[in-house]
Structure formats: C-alpha cells, structure tokens
C-alpha cells in the first residue's frame, strides 16, 4: 500500500510498476540474488538465468520489459549476448552491466550501461528510465503515441 497524504492523496502510487518484468543474465548466482531481491523490492517481477544460452532461450519464450546483462561471462560475453537479443527482440531495452572496462562496440549495442560498483546507486533509476522508454512495437505500428 502507497503511503497516505492528509486528504487521501498517495504520495507513492500502489502499483507503479508492477506489470514490469525484467530478466538479470549473469553467471555469478550472487549478484542474480542481489539484483533479484533490488528489483522486486522496488515492485518488479525477477527472472534470473545463470547462463548467456538460458537468458536467450527465455527471450525467445517470454516478453520482457528490460535486460540486465553481466558483460562477463564464461561461454558468451554481453556484448555477444546483447547482439543476440537485439537480433530477436529489437525493442527490448537491454543494460549491461560490468565490473571492467567494457569496449565502446559493445556499448554501441546496449540501451544503457551501469558499472557493477555502481549498481546499488545507478541501478533502479536506469532500469526505470529505460523501462519508461519501452514501447510496444503493435502500438508503433499503428502509429500509437503514448
């Protein structure tokens, strides 16, 4: 429940944005816990996979609303994922996220970029912002403007 102004007004809306659901690839079943447990505390639905071949099949089966995607990874990197992902789902928004310098190509082909050691701060705005961006591509086809 959103919390109450004087007169009934809610400061917080009730459900913000609970129709979101947003998939976390990373290897590293640690930081799937955390992200997990940042993103539905803040109201999303959370699916994790711990391989870049589980985190594509998902995308071929499930309509996501965003990505996060570890950069590193043992058997694809993000930027190979995240051009997969492009290739399947051109409109998914997709953020990469790594504990390294990431090359500017591999950039080019995420919506947006977070530095893990900056993932506790940067990570919910982003994820909102690029979710608040996203458009069903029916509604872009029928000339829909939101």
């Given at each position: 429940?959103g919390?109450m ?16 659901l ?6 590293n ?27 594509l ?6 309509k ?15 930027c ?24 500017t190509?591999a ?18 705005p ?21």
């Open positions: 429940m919390l102004l004087a007169g009934g007004q809610s400061l917080i809306p009730v459900h913000p944005i609970s129709q979101k947003i998939l976390c690839i990373d290897d079943e640690a930081v799937l816990s955390f992200e997990k447990a940042l993103l539905e505390r803040s109201g999303y639905s959370v699916i994790t996979a711990t391989s870049a071949q589980q985190g099949g998902l995308v071929t089966t499930c996501f609303d965003a990505v996060l995607l570890a950069y590193e990874m043992p058997d694809m990197n993000g190979d994922v995240a051009f997969e992902i492009k290739r399947i789902r051109p409109e998914l928004a997709v953020i990469l996220l790594s504990g390294s310098e990431v090359p190509y950039l080019a082909l995420v919506d947006a970029f977070v530095p893990k050691l900056e993932a506790s701060r940067e990570l919910l982003m994820i909102a912002a690029v979710c608040s961006r996203v458009r069903d591509p029916q509604q872009e086809q029928e000339g829909f403007q939101p």
